[in-house]
């Protein structure tokens, strides 16, 4: 843990026109990823700090995964974050606020993890007969990258 990496995601986040939140991604004691959250300013949900922070150091790397990573992030991620985190496979997540901190600024999160709990919009299976052949074609294609 080193924490001059949390300050400049705090800097991140203090400076962020889109949220108060910031992220680094930091591999072999560089960072190598910074995101601030833009989520009002490109009107996207998922532009959060840590998303923009795991796609600026994939780019650097050249590589989806970020094994031997580690995230600093101002916040307790929210549970896009968090998946987003462990698609990465980065190594360890060190945050400053908790999600109850959020929640004190007007970003429950905590909504969203109890609605992770349960379904929370109607799902149909549509169509399996049509997309099955996709795991025979996929299962059989050479060179593929796996993930």
């Given at each position: 843990?080193?924490?001059?990496?949390?300050?400049?995601?705090?800097?991140?986040?203090?400076?962020?026109?889109?949220?108060?939140?910031?992220?680094?991604?930091?591999?072999?004691?560089?960072?190598?990823?910074?995101?601030?959250?833009?989520?009002?300013?490109?009107n996207?949900?998922?532009?959060?700090?840590?998303?923009?922070?795991?796609?600026?150091?994939?780019?650097?790397?050249?590589?989806?995964?970020?094994?031997?990573?580690?995230?600093y992030?101002?916040?307790?991620?929210?549970?896009?974050?968090?998946?987003?985190?462990?698609?990465?496979?980065?190594?360890?997540?060190?945050?400053a606020?908790?999600?109850?901190?959020?929640?004190?600024?007007?970003?429950?999160?905590?909504?969203?993890?109890?609605?992770?709990?349960?379904?929370?919009?109607?799902?149909?299976?549509?169509?399996?007969?049509?997309?099955?052949?996709?795991?025979?074609?996929?299962?059989?294609?050479?060179?593929?990258?796996?993930?």
């Open positions: 843990m080193n924490l001059d990496f949390m300050k400049e995601a705090i800097r991140l986040a203090r400076e962020s026109k889109g949220g108060p939140f910031g992220a680094v991604v930091v591999k072999d004691g560089q960072i190598i990823g910074r995101g601030a959250n833009q989520v009002t300013v490109v996207d949900p998922t532009a959060h700090a840590e998303v923009i922070a795991i796609r600026e150091a994939c780019r650097h790397l050249q590589d989806f995964r970020l094994t031997g990573c580690e995230i992030a101002s916040c307790e991620p929210c549970p896009m974050c968090l998946a987003a985190i462990l698609w990465a496979r980065l190594d360890r997540i060190y945050f606020l908790t999600r109850q901190d959020a929640a004190a600024m007007g970003f429950d999160d905590e909504q969203f993890y109890r609605e992770l709990a349960k379904p929370t919009l109607p799902m149909h299976p549509v169509g399996r007969d049509l997309a099955l052949p996709l795991v025979a074609e996929w299962s059989g294609k050479m060179g593929k990258t796996p993930y």
